[in-house]
């Protein structure tokens, strides 16, 4: 294959470590600036420029864009997507995870277990939000912070109330977040390739630091993963929508706290410490995947009139709890069932013969009108009062 690696950092570790991955393996691939693409919009069909020239095919990019530019770099990445070039992180995965308050949004309702954490604007509700999360100790977070920066734990109440007030009013966004003292001052990063953990390794904050980043002084050893954990994090890391990525954890007393998922995560650290291939296992998964690119499902789907994707709860308006797929008649009413959800596995393609459980959730494609014959009252509701025109914002 053809990969370009999109980073303004030729030189760096993991850079040399994916370019020499590749060409060890007979792909031929390119180190590209992305602050030199040029997105070009006025031709029939998305295309790019590089350096002024227009750019040759790609079978895939794998990007690595810096917290600087995320913004551009992810307008590049999107345009390769229009392009059907393949990536392992999409443009809008790499935004998501970019804003630590957006990835938690999104990992809170797939029952990803976080730290506790709240998010507030007003001065009178910093106090309550503090007590919520549980209290001083607590973590106070940039939204947009890397490498242990932005990242502050105050001691008392009126000191994280004096630190977010002065955040605030330099314009700010924090996050508020319970510390948890029990991981010590320790973390587990788990490198996500695909569906699996490739390499994993604890990183143990330096002297009385709380914050285990590298670039902190914290020191790092392999680790063998507990299942829960690598569960964790290949799941996060899938919901983010990235294929390559690095899932940070605490080691909580019931077990993983997701903190955040890096899009581009850097391998000197782990692959030192597990001494283990991670560039060469990032390639292979990339080489393995350049004949599917990714697709919107929704953008995809909804072309046909009348026709769309939906989530249907088996114990919902039409009660499927104890039948088979096949009995429940959705393929008759023109429905047609692409995954099962049940707790947190997903069953995809689920057979006819598969019995329905009261806590399914079947991910359908079909029908619009005979789908929401299907959609209990109450959830009917609360999605018609969600398209009532909002109350202005006072801001
Ligand atoms: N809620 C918390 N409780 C205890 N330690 C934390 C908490 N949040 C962060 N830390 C420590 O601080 C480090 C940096 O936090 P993180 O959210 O990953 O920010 P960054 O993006 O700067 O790495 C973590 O690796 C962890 O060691
Ligand atoms: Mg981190």
Known sequence: ????????????YSTQRLRAAALQRGHTVKVLNTLRFAIDLTADEPDLHYRGRQLSDYDAILPRIGNSITYFGTAVVRQFEQMDVYTPNTANGISSARDKLRANQILSRHNIAMPPTAFVRNRADVRPAIERVGGAPVVIKLLEGTQGIGVILAPQVKVAEAIIETLHSTKQNVLIQKFIAESRGRDI??????????????????????RSNV??????????????????????????????????????????????????????GIETATKLDVAGAIIDYIAGQVAFPEIDVRQRLTVSTGYGVAELMVHGAVDLVGKTLGEAGLWERDITVLTLHRGVSVIPNPRKH???EADDRLFCFGKLDEMRSMVPERRRRRAKVRRLPRQPLSE
């Open 1 to 12: 294959m053809k990969i370009a690696v999109l980073s303004r950092a030729p030189q760096a």
């Open 189 to 210: 990063r788990a490198l996500v390739v695909g569906d699996r953990v490739v390499a994993a390794m604890r990183r143990s904050a330096a002297g009385d630091e709380f």
């Open 215 to 268: 670039h902190r002084g914290g020191s790092v050893e392999a680790v063998e993963l507990d299942p829960i954990y690598e569960r964790a994090a290949v799941r996060s890391a899938q919901i983010m929508g990235l294929r390559v990525a690095g899932v940070d954890m605490l080691e909580g007393e019931d077990g993983p706290l997701v903190m955040e998922v890096n899009s581009s995560p850097g391998l000197q």
């Open 354 to 356: 598969v019995v329905l």
